[in-house]
């Protein structure tokens, strides 16, 4: 547990900050999948064709993007902010050079994808 604990405290670390004005688009349903964000505090609003009256979070931090961009596809959601809310941002690249970087970085963002998922059922295609 220490080597995900060390390994979190990595890839945090090498994330870009970026705090995002109220009614911005992370990215929206359908766009390719260029950007990982761990989402930090704020408030966002996640929507997709299976859930258009969307979800509002703003409790802990949660990775977005982690599946698509591992898989090369394209967002199954869209995500926008509703007030001013900060983020680290992984660009795609980057990313998966973590993956390779990082011992226990694929055992990590497996995991954070699949809390992901528990959280947001209705926005994951089935």
Do not use: W
Not at 76 to 103: G, I, P
């Amino acid at each position: 547990m220490d080597q995900m604990i060390e390994t979190e405290r990595k890839v945090l670390a090498s994330g870009i900050e970026i705090n995002y004005l109220a009614n911005e688009f992370l990215f929206r349903q359908g766009q390719k999948a260029e950007f990982v964000f761990y989402f930090q505090g704020g408030e966002i609003s996640l929507k997709s064709f299976n859930s258009p009256e969307g979800i509002v979070y703003h409790a802990n931090p949660i990775f977005l993007g982690i599946s698509e961009v591992m898989e090369g596809k394209k967002h199954t959601f869209s995500a926008e902010t509703l007030l001013t809310s900060k983020f680290l941002v992984f660009e795609k690249n980057y990313f998966l050079m973590l993956m390779q970087e990082f011992d226990f970085a694929s055992t990590y963002f497996e995991q954070k994808s699949k809390e992901f998922d528990a959280v947001f059922t209705e926005l994951v295609p089935h």
